[in-house]
């Protein structure tokens, strides 16, 4: 299986923060990894698709970079409902892991 | 609108079976494979598993891969996800999920079907 690590899996940070969330796969995935959001209580939400596409209706403060294995996910200025938990996920090949997550906390 | 709506919160034994489902709508169903996802209480993400309901093409991960089964029952845009017998361990939210392709992101998500395991 492709592991996949993120960094921090923890971070506290103010509304109107710039922050990035860092994901590393076990060997090059190309382009195919994907970002989530998920709250407490409800499935998790597609952000970026491709490593670099926005799904629609998702704001223009997230922004997804990176190919081969390095990916990063960039929130450009925190909003309050942005606190959550992120994953990154890899659809290169089956199974289509996850990272263990980021939990993004109000500092 | 697309929607996956999933069947509700189950409370078993150990060693009992169980059958849960997730509905498609708004969309053609036998174009998009279903993937099913875990997450233990507290705990990340775990893709188990997917279905191509066209075909019934079935992939598993392989940590999954004799513990469940995966089905789909393409006349009332159903798929499902199964246990013969199930252990404690298996307690957790299952959440299914449609993608396009097999490299395609998952983009919408039922809203979860919580399993319990008590004795």
């Known amino acids: 299986d492709i592991q996949m690590t993120q960094s921090p899996s923890s971070l506290s940070a103010s509304v109107g923060d710039r922050v990035t969330i860092t994901c590393r796969a076990s060997?090059?995935?190309?382009?195919?990894l994907n970002w989530y959001q998920q709250k407490p209580g409800t499935p998790p939400k597609l952000l970026i698709y491709?490593?670099?596409s926005l799904q629609s209706g998702v704001p223009s403060r997230f922004s997804g970079s990176g190919s081969g294995a390095d990916f990063t996910l960039t929130i450009s200025s925190l909003q309050p409902e942005d606190f959550a938990t992120y994953y990154c996920?890899?659809?290169?090949?089956?199974?289509?892991?996850f990272g263990q997550g980021t939990k993004l906390e109000i500092k | 609108e697309v929607q996956l709506v999933q069947s509700g919160a189950e409370v078993k034994k150990p060693g009992e079976s169980l059958k849960i489902s997730c509905k498609g709508s708004g969309y053609s169903f036998t174009n998009y494979w279903i993937g099913w996802v875990r997450q233990m209480p507290g705990k990340g993400l775990e893709w188990m598993g997917t279905?191509?309901?066209?075909?019934?093409?079935?992939r598993y991960s392989p940590s999954f891969q004799g513990q469940v089964t995966i089905s789909a029952d393409k006349s009332i845009s159903t798929a499902y996800l199964q246990w013969s017998s199930l252990k404690a361990s298996d307690t957790a939210m299952y959440y299914c999920?449609?993608?396009?392709?097999?490299?395609?992101?998952?983009?919408?998500w039922g809203q979860g079907t919580l399993v319990t395991l008590s004795s």
């Open positions: 999920a449609r993608h396009e392709s097999l490299v395609g992101a998952p983009d919408y």
């Open positions: 060997q090059p995935i190309s382009s195919y």
């Open positions: 491709a490593a670099s």
């Open positions: 279905i191509y309901p066209g075909d019934s093409d079935t």
């Open positions: 996920q890899q659809s290169y090949t089956n199974p289509y892991t």
